[in-house]
């Protein structure tokens, strides 16, 4: 059981869990939940049962449905926007998490202000991409399966992130699209699948396919 909450209890696997948010769990992160299997099953096939992605929101639309601009996005990639619904971020989703990736810098304040010894495992997805681009694949495992690459991935990028900051406060936002028309949410889509490329990348050590 977890300490401080009944009921909640963290399964030992071997499944590593990315988790993405935002504000209301139905435009960004959604995108990046999606986007982010997407690539995973490109790379690694049935391989991607390894990496579990989620994503809520600090103030989430508990159970509603993803916005439609949003899906339409997701379309455009080929990946799959179908059965998804909101929620609102909860302790057991950090406290789940090997990765927390933010669409901005406030929210992941606020996933570490949460507790459950977050700060080490979440960043904005932006920051991530940039860590990531800096590390060297030849030092993580080959052995160990996808699971355990993905963890060294995680604690290397915490090594770095105070020596290889921001080139200015707005290079790790993802701003948001809510309300926007259909040509911002494409905009913000690229942002998000520009971003997840390196991630995905290293996470599986397999690059995406060209066809």
């Not at 790790?172 to 905009?187: C, H, I, K, Q």
Request: some cysteine; overall charge negative; glycine content about 10%.
């Amino acid at each position: 059981m977890i300490p401080g909450l009944p009921g909640v209890q963290r399964e030992r696997d071997d499944v590593f869990r990315i988790l993405h948010v935002c504000t209301g769990n139905v435009c960004r992160s959604p995108m990046a939940e999606r986007l982010t299997r997407h690539e995973l099953t490109r790379r690694l096939g049935d391989g991607a049962a390894g990496i579990l992605v989620e994503s809520a929101g600090t103030w989430g639309h508990e159970g509603a449905p993803m916005e439609a601009h949003a899906a339409a996005v997701l379309a455009e990639y080929s990946a799959d926007p179908s059965g998804f619904t909101g929620r609102e971020l909860r302790d057991e989703h950090v406290i789940d998490a090997d990765l927390v990736l933010t669409a901005t810098r406030d929210h992941r304040a606020q996933v570490i202000s949460m507790g459950h010894a977050a700060g080490l495992r979440t960043f904005t997805l932006k920051e991530f991409t940039r860590l990531v681009r800096a590390i060297d694949p030849a030092t993580l495992p080959d052995d160990g399966g996808v699971t355990a690459r993905a963890r060294s991935l995680v604690r290397a990028a915490a090594a770095l992130r105070g020596w290889l900051l921001a080139p200015d406060a707005e290079a790790d936002e993802v701003y948001d699209p809510y309300g926007a028309p259909l040509t911002f949410f494409r905009s913000v889509g690229e942002e998000i699948h520009a971003a997840l490329d390196p991630v995905v990348t290293a996470l599986t050590g397999v690059p995406a396919p060209t066809a």
